[in-house]
């Protein structure tokens, strides 16, 4: 599947810093959150429900220190 995305800022820098952090390929770093995404929402994605707001996600944690370790300080 070929995927164009466009990104704000942040979210560029964060996707680049996860995927300089895994030293993994694009492909391989957005298979990894997809399949994470899949496994932690509240339905497993039974029917692909509508989206979701993040407190959905109770055990989502987006800290600066769970994102980025002490490279976010």
């Known amino acids: 599947?070929?995927?164009?995305?466009?990104?704000?800022?942040?979210?560029?820098?964060?996707?680049?810093?996860?995927?300089?952090?895994?030293?993994?390929?694009l492909p391989e770093v957005l298979a990894m959150l997809i399949d994470w995404a899949t496994n932690h929402s509240p339905e497993n994605?039974?029917?692909?429900?509508?989206p979701m707001s993040l407190g959905q996600w109770p055990?989502?944690?987006?800290?600066?220190?769970s994102m980025y370790g002490n490279e976010g300080r």
């Open 59 to 65: 055990e989502l944690n987006l800290s600066r220190e």
């Open 1 to 25: 599947m070929h995927i164009e995305a466009e990104l704000d800022d942040i979210h560029t820098q964060r996707l680049t810093q996860l995927q300089q952090r895994l030293q993994k390929p």
């Open 45 to 50: 994605l039974t029917g692909l429900p509508e």
